[in-house]
């Protein structure tokens, strides 16, 4: 058995995975998507579509205006009706196309299945990755082939396959093991090819025993495959964490990347979009999401169109038990409520969490105790306390210096906070404020 690390800080939250049992519903082509141009780290797309024009399922629809960009496909077939701005899950209005469905759901003619895939070079496997609109699915969206081109002075000798799925509620990276585990492992080895690495990882959480088992059996025979049972620990699924785990490799701090200790992370979600775009030339254009929650009568895990609306999917969950108090995007760690039903599902909508007023109390802030506890939990090793203060008073230089940018926002300070001080949205903001001057500068 390998051996495995301890992370700094941490927290035990409860897992509530109700979902966990669902079978993957398909939702289907909704009447109408909103299709957010931003939908990953980096510069947004630039729309290749005007009103009026007829587009079917996987043609572009957003053009990628740098390296650290993808492009961005129709999720169904049917007429642009417009481009402007519209309710996004960031919680501000940003452009999207919004396209009205033609009832035919036709595919694209531009679709290249490769059978002989795995003989391509690996600069022409990247380039069809960020054609086909390829980001990090596990939340953080960022563009995938960026994180599969580690410059030559940045060797790599570990790929480690994400399917930690940690963050309470989400069961989606779950059911995909379990239903669509092979996509999951061609996922992996074009990516392992692309990279040149011949040791991969699969790391899942022990709460997960069928997705551990069936993963093993897979992966029997395939030399290059391990599978890893992790103790559950939030938030084991972030890559540093992860990488200290099974690897007990420390990131550098202070705008260190994997890449620097020798390791890619990709999460499950991500390999199985990669296998489907290279083999049959499909773009991302739909996703596995979690409607989890007391406030959804029927919790599902559904295979969404990018662009549908957050209502259709309640509606597919047969409505709600009683009236909601918060609506999260992501679960409840790591999350973004929602102002908005008419917010629509994006490349990195992992679930969408709601909670009915009972269980949403009116939380009122005390005064710092100085219990440290914050400080202990913390896994980025920051002091949230004292963020806490400096963005509360507009101290962004203070905040800077004491490495605010470093925060991965992951919620274990909330959690901990005894005063019930929102640190993390504290944290979030200063971190945006500091990040926004660098730019400006």
Known sequence: ????????????????????????EELGAPDRVVVPLSQHIGAPCEATVAPGDRVKKGDRVGQATGFVSVNIHAPISGVVKSIGTFPHPVGRPLPAVEIESDGEDTWADTLKPREDYMDLSPETLKEIIQDMGIVGMGGAAFPTHVKLSPPKEKPIDTFIINGAECEPYLTADHRLMLEEPESIIAGARIAMRILGVTRGIIAIESNKPDAIEKMKELTEDILELGVVALKVRYPQGAEKQLIKTLLNREVPFLGGLPMDVGAVVQNVGTLSAIFKAVRFGIPLIERITTVTGSGVRAPKNLRVRIGTPIKVLIEACRGFTSEIGKVIMGGPMMGVSQHSLEAPVVKGTSGILFQPVAEVQAVVAQPCIRCGSCIRACPARLMPTVLGVFAQRDMFEEAERCDVVECIECGCCNYVC???????????????????RRKAA
């Not at 700094?8 to 079978?23: D, E, T």
């Not at 005894?418 to 926004?436: D, F, G, N």
Request: charged share 15%.
């Open 1 to 24: 058995m390998k051996r495995l690390y301890l992370f700094q800080g941490g927290v035990h939250p409860s897992g509530q995975k109700i979902s966990q049992n669902a079978p993957i």
């Open 418 to 436: 005894p005063a019930k001080i929102p640190l993390v949205q504290l944290l979030r903001y200063a971190k945006a404020e500091v990040l926004a």
